[in-house]
């Protein structure tokens, strides 16, 4: 079974850069599209960013597009979140998501997602 978990989330001010990191462990990243959401309280959960192969196939929510960079590491079994220039609406919890390759369609890359890791919490606040 595919196990993920996320670390590098924090309390940062507004404007503020911070990046996220995803381990997995179980199966070979490669087989995998690696995704994240996050969580805010009273809120659904939101897609944010996805990546297949390599950064070329990178997919962003409008929100969060030319703030934030979605990549991985095959090698190393890492996917990472470069977050920049975070306002309060960021603050929540970030997912990192993985989908089994047969079950990913980049027309819809939101969705296909199986394996889920515990969350990190984000607070951006002044």
């Known amino acids: 079974q595919v196990q993920l978990v996320e670390s590098g989330g924090g309390l940062v001010q507004p404007g503020a850069s911070l990046t996220l990191s995803c381990l997995l462990s179980?199966?070979?990243?490669?087989?995998?599209?690696m995704g994240w959401f996050r969580q805010a309280p009273g809120k659904e959960r939101e897609w944010v960013a996805a990546?297949?192969?390599?950064?070329?196939?990178?997919y962003y929510t409008d929100s969060v597009k030319g703030r934030f960079t979605v990549a991985r590491d095959n090698a190393k079994n890492t996917a990472s979140l470069q977050m920049r220039n975070l306002n309060p609406e960021d603050s929540a919890v970030y997912y990192c998501?993985?989908?089994?390759?047969?079950?990913?369609?980049?027309?819809?890359?939101?969705?296909?997602?199986?394996?889920w890791g515990q969350g990190t919490q984000v607070t951006v606040s002044s």
């Open positions: 179980g199966r070979a990243m490669e087989d995998f599209a």
């Open positions: 998501a993985a989908a089994k390759l047969i079950e990913y369609n980049t027309n819809r890359p939101d969705l296909g997602f199986s394996s």
């Open positions: 990546i297949r192969g390599s950064e070329i196939n990178s």
